[in-house]
C-alpha cells in the first residue's frame, strides 16, 4: 500500500507541478523533518544516517516548503533504495556559499550507477527499479529549475552516489526563464 502510495503521489505532483508559492522558510527544518520522517517510513532499513546541516540551523530561504519537501523526501527515497548493505551510510551536509545560496549534498555509499543511466536520470518515466514510476529525479529536476537553482548528480557503479542541491536563498528572478528554457 505504500508503495502504491508513493507512485500515486509522484504521478500527481508530476502532473501538478506548477511555480512555487514562496514563502520564507527555514531549511533546517525541512531537512530534519524530512530525514525523521524517512527513518519512520523506511525503519527496516539499517542504514546509518549522518546529520551535518548544523552550519543551516538560522538560515532561511524563499521557496515553496511543499515542492522542497518533496525534493528532499525523493533523493532521500533513492538513496535508501540504493543502500542494500548493512554498512550503508546516508550522509547529508548543508552549508551556505559566498554567492547567496545554500548547498544541500546527499552522499550515499550504495550500489550507485553506470554512466549510461546517470545520462539519463532526468528523463520521465526512466527507472532502474522494479518498482517505482521513474519520476521522484525529474520531479527533483523540475523544483530546482522552478526555484532557480541547480541539481547535480555524481554517481559510481558499486560505490555511491552524491546529490548536490543548489538553491538561492532570496528568490530568483531567474526561475520562470529555467522553467521555459527546459
Known sequence: ILE????????LFYA???????ESMRIYDILNECIKSARVRLSEHKTLVIKKIDSLKKDFIEADPLQITELVNNILNNAYDAC?????????????????????VFKDNGIGMDEEHLKMVFEPFFSTKAKGTGLGLTVCNQIVNLHGGRICIDSK????????????????????ENLNHQ
Open 4 to 11: 502504491s502510495d508513493q507512485i500515486i503521489n509522484n504521478l
Open 157 to 176: 557503479k558499486g560505490k555511491g552516489t552524491t546529490v548536490t542541491v543548489t538553491l538561492p536563498i532570496k528568490r530568483s528572478a531567474n526561475a520562470e
Open 16 to 22: 501538478r507541478l506548477k511555480m512555487p508559492h514562496y
Open 84 to 104: 542494500l548493505r548493512e554498512d550503508c551510510t546516508i550522509e547529508i551536509k548543508g552549508e551556505k556559499d559566498s554567492k547567496g545560496n545554500i548547498e544541500i
